[in-house]
């Protein structure tokens, strides 16, 4: 088991702009009210049953509000061998540093 990495929301964005897979563990609302482009919503509770379909050859990154709900998703998905990296800020400090948003 590896554990979960915690990155930043520039670190993010690097890893964005070469394809990265995000997803993003927040519910339904509050993913349409505004998320990072090509983000994919798994709300936190459907995590477990999502599992087969994440990556398990490349990082999969994870955001939410502010980084707790997606933390909680990464330490269990780093439990099941996935390379978890959690964005510290989530979607809101994505959106204070400036990076652009889907509705």
């Known amino acids: ?14 890893a964005h ?3 990265a897979h995000l997803v993003d563990v ?3 609302d ?3 009210s505004g998320h990072v482009p090509g983000a994919r919503l798994v709300p ?3 995590v477990p049953a999502a599992l087969d379909s994440l ?6 990154y994870l955001i939410c509000h502010s ?9 269990y998905l780093a439990q099941q ?12 400090g994505w959106i204070a540093a400036g990076y652009p948003v889907e509705r």
Request: charged residues 20%; glycine residues 14%.
């Open 1 to 14: 088991m590896q554990p979960m990495q915690t990155v930043s929301v520039h670190d993010l964005a690097s």
């Open 17 to 19: 702009a070469t394809g």
């Open 26 to 28: 927040r519910e339904p």
């Open 30 to 32: 509050e993913f349409a």
């Open 44 to 46: 936190l509770a459907q």
């Open 55 to 60: 990556p398990r050859d490349e990082p999969v």
């Open 67 to 75: 980084g707790g709900r997606s933390a909680q998703a990464g330490h």
């Open 81 to 92: 061998g996935l390379d978890a990296r959690n964005v510290d800020g989530g979607t809101s």
